[in-house]
C-alpha cells in the first residue's frame, strides 16, 4: 500500500528521470545559464507561481468553454444563434479571458497551444503536462456547470459542433472548427457522446505542433538573429559570412 512519503518520493525519481541531463540537452544547458536560471522540474514543482499558473489555467478554460458553449445555446421563441453571433461571442469570450489571465498562465486554454509551446522549448515538460490536464478539468467543468443551469429542453444542444470561427465562414460543416480539445472535451464528456472524438484532438494538437515548430525554424526572426550573433561571437569570419 502506497504511503504519502513512498508517493512523495516516486514522483521525486520520476522527475529526476525527467531532469537527468541527456546528450541533446547538455549542450543546450550553457545557454539557458547564460540566458537566465531556469529551474529543474523538481524545484519547479514547489514554487507558488506552477501552482498559481496551473489553477489560472484551469479557471481561464472553465470561462472559456462555459461563454462559448453558451453562445451556441438556442432558447424557445427565439431564432438560432446565428454565425455571426456566436462568432463575436467566442471573440470576446477569449479576449476577456486572455486579459484576466494572460499575467498568471499565460492564457493557453488549449492543450494545442501548451503542447506547441513544449515542443519549441517554451514550456517545461512539467508545466505543458499539468496544463492540459488543467484545461481539460476546466473544460469538463464550464461544459458541466452550463448543462446544469440549462433547462432540461435545451440540454442536448449543448454537444452540437462548437465555434465556428473561420472554417465556418466557408461552410466547413465536416467537423465544426473546434480547434481546442478542451473545448470538444468538455460538452462530450458531459453528454458522454464520444463518437469521432479523437479527430478532435488530433487535428488542433497535430496542427498546433506544426505551426509551432515551423515559427520557431523559419518565420522567427529573433532566433536567426540569435544564431548570427552567437556565430560571429565563436567565428567572427562565419558570422560575417552569414550576414
Known sequence: MLTAASLESLLLQMLDRLDSPSPASG??????????????????IRTLDLWRAVVGECLATFFYVFLVCGAHVSWPGYAEPSVLA???????????VVQCYARVSGAHMNPAVTLAAFATRKVSSLRALLYVTAQCGGGI??????????VTLRQPVLNRPA?????ISIKLPASGASLNPARSLGP??????????????FGPVAGGLLAGLIYEYIFDTRRSSREVGRRSVEDPDKGEDAR
Open 27 to 44: 549542450r543546450h544547458r550553457g545557454r539557458q545559464r547564460g540566458g537566465g536560471s531556469r529551474f529543474s522540474l523538481r524545484a519547479e
Open 86 to 96: 456566436i462568432s463575436l461571442a467566442t471573440g470576446a469570450a477569449a479576449a476577456a
Open 141 to 150: 467543468a464550464g461544459a458541466a456547470l452550463l448543462y446544469g443551469v440549462l
Open 163 to 167: 465555434l465556428r470561427l473561420l472554417c
Open 188 to 201: 462530450a464528456f458531459v453528454m458522454n457522446k464520444w463518437k469521432n472524438h479523437w479527430v478532435y484532438w
